[in-house]
């Protein structure tokens, strides 16, 4: 079993949807939580980071986690063509304080449609 | 700010030969640079973590003698795949880090490796 799930897609939406994205995971000693986009030939960037439980808004992104279930998503509200990248989720544990060893999922490539 | 280049973006080499991929900070010196490796449909794996001016330090499974790592200055790291096989064949991607800034990756665009 692979320490960090997530369905690769693609994810098809019309504009103005309401993405879901999300991982599950089995480490239960995962603390810090990122979501990252990427763009075709692009690295990675960081969007957003959450540490244990919660939720976290910045603008249209919302990212959750649900420590108990060992599930967490990325939501993004009134999806826009520009947000069709392959979205990453990555974690590390509590020791990894200076979040050096992260364990990345597979990413979802997502496609949003004029 | 905080962008990260690699050279070449893609090479082909011949089984037995070595090649060598280069990670560069462009507007921020990097403490710390991090490889990765991603194969088909898998998850980035981390290979090694490097401190500028230090030996890497390599992820179990890793062969530190075949995987050569430099991060001989605060702007450049490079890895040098030594007597490549087809099977390292794989999208290699590094990332900097400025502790000063934070503890944020900045990645590169990776590499796309094919050994025949």
């Known amino acids: 079993q692979k320490e960090v799930e997530q369905d690769p897609g693609p994810l098809s939406v019309p504009e103005g949807a309401i993405v879901s994205l999300n991982c599950t995971y089995s480490?239960?000693?995962?603390?810090?939580f990122m979501w990252y986009r990427q763009y075709s030939r692009k690295g990675p960037e960081l969007l957003m980071y959450?540490?244990?439980?919660g939720n976290k808004e910045d603008g249209r992104f919302t990212a959750q986690v649900d420590k108990s279930s060992k599930y967490i998503s990325l939501f993004i509200r009134d999806s826009q063509p520009s947000d069709s990248a392959t979205y990453l989720c990555?974690?590390?544990?509590?020791?990894?304080?200076?979040?050096?060893?992260?364990?990345f999922g597979t990413g979802t490539r997502l496609l949003v449609s004029p | 700010g905080a962008v990260v280049s690699q050279h070449p973006s893609w090479v082909i080499c011949k089984s037995g030969t070595s090649v060598k991929i280069e990670c560069r900070s462009l507007d921020f010196q990097a403490t710390t640079m991090f490889w990765y490796r991603q194969f088909p449909k898998q998850s980035l794996m981390l290979m090694a973590t490097?401190?500028?001016?230090?030996?890497?330090?390599?992820e179990q499974g890793v062969e530190k003698d075949k995987f050569l790592i430099n991060h001989a200055s605060l702007t450049l790291s490079t890895l040098t795949v030594t007597i490549a096989h087809p099977e390292d064949s794989s999208f290699y991607i590094c990332s900097a880090r400025d502790f000063r800034r934070g503890d944020e990756q900045y990645f590169g665009p990776g590499t796309r490796l094919t050994v025949t």
């Open positions: 990555a974690m590390s544990d509590e020791e990894d304080t200076g979040f050096q060893k992260l364990v």
């Open positions: 490097s401190n500028e001016g230090s030996k890497a330090t390599y």
């Open positions: 959450t540490y244990s439980s």
């Open positions: 480490n239960s000693a995962f603390q810090y």
